[in-house]
Every structure is written in structure tokens, then in C-alpha cells.
């Protein structure tokens, strides 16, 4: 199946089916020289399967984990496509995580102002959430993402067969994702996550589908985060302040957005998050003080002066977006962490 994504310039697909990528030539044009982005996490079949059907495929492998999205490794792609005499015809694909999606894409975006760039993306995380929106960037100073470019990706390629060699904690990781969405927009979707006692494939795939159909709308509705797209926030301004305290290392991504999400609904919605929180093995309370994540979402983008724009659920399927006090923002930090 596929869902189409409209840009303000173009559009591109995401291709959703299990086995795509044994067939991947068949659906993005490979037939020139392509730069293969992967990490050290994920299966090197994957990336094999691409190799084997490029014309002249070249491979870089980072090693896994937020710390490789940084301005080094970004060089090392210019640097080997530049070496490797790559022109404007020639192109960028990422195959794994968020990580490398998100640096991969940036070179793409950089290299002689802009070359084509695919993503493969082959965890629940990526899947559901970097795989649509055209955000790249590397992290720098210690900030997630505070370098980077809107760089749509050509295509958009889902295998689910991908799902079946995760870890249950990465599974989880990638599910907090899809809640975020539907605790925000999608009530029924939300009903999947409160009933389900077995994520199985045919319920994965479900999820993923309906996550990326929202994440489609909001994205269309707002492509470059002007307004309406900031509901993909929810969460994350404290996941972010986690992350950079952390150095992106005790948690991952989704457990960091999990805990955001927490102080930012009403009580009725949070008993219903936590209670869908704790069956997918995602924390609920935050091990750090509340004076470093107070102060490190100070440097949050999201942050105006003395005051902060925040994303909260009063009913599930429903968002507000209001600009509240500093003050009566960290009193929401002291409500999840010790």
C-alpha cells in the first residue's frame, strides 16, 4: 500500500509492504551511484539487500546511537560522495533509525545544494514518526537536532518484515510514538492501544498505517512547522531536555517522550496513558532532578522570553496548544520527576 505526501513543491510516496526491500529496485531508481547510510544496529542484510541491486552502491556504517548524528560523521558522507565523484543525478539511502535518516538526509540535502535522497526506514520509531516530514538535522553542542534542513526524501520505503527482528524495548520505543499521535488525534487509534493485550504483525502494521495517515495530515496542513504541526510536539519538549542531560544515551527517544507526555494532560487522560504506558514497558517517572530538565528546556526552541508553547490533552483525540509561564511549566517537570 501507499500513502502519498504532499509537499509545497512536489510530493512523495511511502511504500508500505512486507518484503519490499528484496524488491527494492523495483521502486527507487538505483541505477546510478547511490550512498548507503547504516549503523552498526541494524542486520547488514538490509543494507546488503540494496548493495546487491544498485549500479555503483558505496556503503557507510555509523555506529549505532544518537551520538553518531553528529557534524563528523555528516562530513564523512560529503567527504566520500566528494571522493567518490558523485553528481546531482547520483543519490542518498538511508537504511535503518531515525539516526541515520536524519544526518543521511542532511547530506543529501547539502551536498552540490541538494541530490536525491531515499528512506528505508527499518524501526518501529522511524517508521511511524522521521519517515514523513522532511526534517533532517545533526545534533551539535550537545542539542538535539540544532543543525538542519526541511529536505522532503524522493520515496519512502516500509518493510514490515523489519519489525520482526527488534527488541521488545525498541518495539516499545517506537509504539510511544504512535500513542503520542493518537492520544492527540486518533480516539479509535488510541481504543487499539487501551484494548490490545498482543501486538502481533497484523495489529504493528495497523498502528503504523493509521499513525502515518495522521502524521500525512498534520504534515500536509503545515509543512515547515509554522503552526499546526507543533501538535507533534506533545511530549517532547522535557524528552528533549532528557535526551541532551543524557547525552542520548540511558534512554531511548520514545521512553523520554513517553514521561513528557505525562504532565501535559488532564488527570483522566493521564490515568489513561499511564495505565497504556506501563502495558508497553515504557517509564513513568523521570530519574533526573527537576532543576536540570527545567533548566536545560530553557535553550528548547519552543521557549519565548519568560514563557513556552506546550501541546496538552484535556480528552483523548483532542490537542490544545497554548504559550504558558515558565514558572507554571516547571511546576508540570516537578510533577514527574524527583
Avoid at 64 to 90: C, P, V, Y
Avoid at 105 to 119: K, P, Q, S
Avoid at 206 to 231: F, M, P, Q, T, W
Avoid at 297 to 304: E, I, L, P, R
Wanted: proline residues 3%; contains cysteine; charged residues 25%.
Amino acid at each position: 500500500m501507499n500513502i502519498n505526501v504532499k509537499t509545497s513543491n512536489s510530493s512523495y510516496d511511502v511504500h508500505l509492504e512486507s518484503g519490499a526491500l528484496s524488491k527494492v529496485a523495483t521502486l527507487l531508481n538505483l541505477q546510478r551511484k547511490v550512498l548507503i547510510v547504516t549503523d552498526s544496529g541494524v542486520p547488514k542484510e538490509y543494507s546488503q539487500l540494496v548493495f546487491k541491486q544498485c549500479k555503483e552502491p558505496y556503503i557507510l556504517t555509523v555506529e549505532q546511537g544518537e551520538a553518531s548524528k553528529q557534524i563528523d560523521n555528516w562530513q564523512w558522507l560529503l567527504k566520500t560522495m566528494a571522493q567518490n565523484n558523485f553528481t546531482r543525478s547520483d543519490c542518498v539511502v538511508a537504511v535503518g533509525g531515525g539516526v541515520v535518516g536524519d544526518f543521511a538526509g542532511f547530506a543529501a540535502a547539502c551536498y552540490m545544494r541538494g541530490i536525491d535522497f531515499y528512506n528505508i526506514p527499518t524501526t518501529v520509531l522511524s517508521q511511524v514518526d522521521s519517515s514523513i516530514g522532511g526534517k533532517t538535522a545533526v545534533d551539535f553542542m550537545g542539542y538535539k537536532n540544532l543543525v538542519g534542513a526541511f529536505y522532503p526524501p524522493k520515496k519512502v520505503v516500509i518493510d514490515f518484515e523489519t519489525i520482526k527482528t527488534l527488541p521488545p524495548r525498541q518495539v516499545s520505543n517506537g509504539l510511544c510514538e504512535a500513542l503520542k499521535m493518537a492520544a492527540t488525534n486518533d480516539k479509535e487509534l488510541f481504543e487499539i492501544f487501551d484494548k490490545t493485550t498482543n501486538f502481533t504483525q497484523e495489529v504493528m502494521q495497523e498502528i503504523i498505517y493509521r499513525a502515518l495517515l495522521i502524521k500525512k495530515s498534520v504534515v500536509e496542513a503545515d509543512e515547515h512547522e509554522a503552526g499546526l504541526r507543533k501538535v507533534l510536539n506533545f511530549g517532547h519538549t522535557i524528552a528533549h531536555a532528557v535526551e541532551s542531560i543524557n547525552q542520548m544515551e540511558k534512554y531511548y527517544h520514545g521512553e523520554c517522550v513517553a514521561i513528557g507526555m505525562l504532565p501535559m494532560c488532564s488527570a483522566e487522560v493521564r490515568e489513561k496513558l499511564k495505565f497504556v504506558l506501563e502495558k508497553l514497558g515504557l517509564p513513568t517517572q523521570l530519574t533526573e532532578s527537576a532543576n536540570q530538565i527545567i533548566e536545560t528546556c530553557k535553550h528548547d526552541k519552543k521557549t519565548s522570553g519568560d514563557n513556552i508553547t506546550v501541546v496538552t490533552v484535556e480528552k483523548i483525540g483532542e490537542f490544545k496548544m497554548k504559550e504558558i509561564s515558565f514558572s507554571e511549566f516547571s511546576a508540570m517537570v516537578r510533577s514527574v520527576a524527583k
